[in-house]
């Protein structure tokens, strides 16, 4: 056995005996994106497209953070699926991991094409949604009362308006 091999496994058993729950605490981890969602940006590889799926998955997060009980058209549920479910703090964070990764995705788009015509329109894009979004978003702030949610809230918020501020 490498020695490389038998370090890497004794600090994996080290950490499993300072805390048993941490395995656990990791395959746990939620999805920011639902599974139609997933779809939806494996479908759409165009970048003003697959932007425009992740700033309404955005927003789907916003419409039940605003209000618990929204609903939504049967066509949209059949595209979009059902509405995403969990704690103001779940869908804050899960918020903010959409805008990272779309973020990322321009980032990639920009070092492959600069000048690619769709990353202009989806810069755009990303950018309106993003700034309509942020009044939302800070209207959510008398409503969060745990501190943590309090955290992801301001975190959102940054986020959205890095995205606001955008340029090629």
Known sequence: MSSIFMLITKVLLLG???DPHLPAL???QRDHL????????????????RTEVFMRAAE?????LTDPQATQKKKEEEIWGPLP???PLELLQDYKRILEELEEKLDDALNRDSRHPSLEKAV?????????QLERLRALAPKVTDDRAQRALREAIEEAQLV???TL
Do not use: F, H, P, Y
């Open 16 to 18: 499993a005996v300072i």
């Open 26 to 28: 990791q395959s746990q």
């Open 34 to 49: 639902t599974e139609k969602e997933i779809d939806l940006v494996k479908a759409n590889q165009e970048i003003d497209m």
């Open 60 to 64: 789907r997060r916003l419409v039940v």
């Open 85 to 87: 479910k969990g704690t």
């Open 124 to 132: 755009k894009i990303a950018k309106d949604s993003a700034t309509s």
């Open 164 to 166: 606001a501020k955008a």
